[in-house]
């Protein structure tokens, strides 16, 4: 089983109907590209698969937690993390929280200074696959296996 998951919102708020807003803002995904990392339950499952036809998902590891911890996370102001702000968390370093997020160890939105989502940018090149499809009929939606290199392209 997972540890924790890399949520991404691909579809945006346009007839997006009221219980699918309320479950991605309770999944901290307000905005189209928004991405979040969620630790691994029961009631975090049942929610992915409710909105899945507007989120994607991957068992995030490490190296991509740490990588987006260190580009895209923010604080306060929008202002980037700086290595006081971790020291100040209770982490040592960028790699340190990564790991504890992909681990389920930590969650965003506990970690009060920084912004509880990652705001990523359209991917490089495109999605190459339908934006209107779940993974498994050659979207991208839902769970997504090659989601990983998607938000690589993103960062």
């Known amino acids: ?3 924790a998951y890399l949520v991404v919102r691909i579809k945006g708020q346009a007839d997006c109907p009221y219980w699918a807003t309320t479950t991605m803002t309770l999944l901290k995904l307000d905005k189209k590209y928004r991405a979040t990392i969620l630790p691994a339950k029961d009631n975090t499952l049942g929610m992915l698969k409710k909105v899945q036809h507007y989120v994607s998902w991957i068992e995030i590891d490490a190296s991509l937690a740490t990588e987006l911890v260190d580009k895209k996370a ?9 290595a006081d702000d971790l020291k ?5 370093s960028a790699e340190e929280l990564g790991t504890a997020l992909a681990e389920g160890k930590a ?9 509880p989502w990652f705001a990523l940018a359209p991917p ?4 190459k696959r339908s934006t209107k499809k779940l993974y498994g009929q050659k979207g991208i939606l839902g769970l997504n296996k090659e989601l ?4 690589r392209r993103m960062i």
Not at 74 to 82: A, D, E, F, N, S
Not at 88 to 92: I, N, P, Y
């Open 1 to 3: 089983m997972a540890n």
């Open 74 to 82: 923010r604080k306060g102001g929008y202002q980037k993390v700086t």
């Open 88 to 92: 100040e968390l209770g982490f040592t």
């Open 107 to 115: 969650t965003l939105s506990k970690l009060k200074p920084l912004k």
């Open 124 to 127: 490089i090149h495109g999605f």
């Open 148 to 151: 990983d290199t998607i938000v």
